[in-house]
């Protein structure tokens, strides 16, 4: 069902996917791990998992927008469930709210800069979402796992 969806300049399911995978496999390849995609009803996934946090880029294709999920990894693997895993145990955060818990104002700016290009939905909007959360992901990489333990306390 989804596959069908097209925005007005030619843009589909397909392209977002690739762009979504080649931008988190070279964020992936710069740190020596792998990006993976998996799709599941209503959304794609790609992530990759580094040794201390892993991301997530979830292409939902019924609300049509990039969310974008951090969290550390158990056993050198992403955690099961969504934002709790199977323990009940908090396991994903929004890459935005992870980011506010930084004391340095400018990778809280990076969290309004994705809640900005957010607003929009649609499959166009999509295309921005994941060249801008690409962007951000690399500038705040070295950070993130320290703001994601800061989460997790």
């Given at each position: 069902?989804?596959?069908?969806?097209?925005?007005?300049?030619?843009?589909?399911?397909?392209e977002?996917?690739?762009r979504?995978?080649?931008?988190?496999?070279?964020?992936?390849?710069?740190?020596g791990?792998?990006?993976?995609?998996q799709?599941?009803?209503?959304?794609?996934?790609?992530?990759?998992?580094?040794?201390?946090?892993?991301v997530?880029?979830?292409?939902d294709?019924?609300?049509?927008?990039?969310?974008?999920?951090?969290?550390?990894?158990?056993?050198?693997?992403?955690?099961?469930?969504?934002?709790?895993?199977?323990?009940?145990?908090?396991?994903?955060?929004h890459?935005?709210?992870?980011?506010?818990r930084?004391s340095?104002?400018?990778?809280?700016g990076?969290?309004?800069?994705?809640?900005?290009?957010?607003?929009?939905?649609?499959?166009d909007?999509m295309?921005?979402?994941?060249?801008?959360?690409?962007e951000?992901?690399r500038?705040?990489?070295?950070?993130?796992?320290?703001?994601?333990?800061?989460h997790?306390?």
């Amino acid at each position: 069902m989804f596959q069908a969806l097209i925005s007005d300049n030619g843009t589909d399911v397909a392209e977002i996917e690739r762009r979504a995978e080649e931008a988190l496999g070279l964020i992936a390849d710069e740190n020596g791990a792998v990006a993976t995609l998996q799709r599941e009803a209503g959304r794609t996934v790609v992530a990759t998992v580094l040794p201390s946090v892993f991301v997530e880029l979830e292409l939902d294709w019924q609300e049509q927008a990039v969310f974008v999920l951090v969290g550390e990894p158990f056993d050198g693997q992403r955690p099961a469930g969504y934002y709790v895993d199977p323990q009940g145990r908090k396991a994903r955060w929004h890459l935005s709210a992870a980011l506010d818990r930084s004391s340095d104002p400018a990778i809280r700016g990076m969290a309004e800069r994705l809640r900005e290009v957010t607003q929009r939905s649609g499959i166009d909007a999509m295309v921005t979402q994941v060249d801008t959360s690409a962007e951000v992901i690399r500038e705040v990489l070295p950070h993130l796992p320290a703001l994601v333990r800061q989460h997790r306390a």
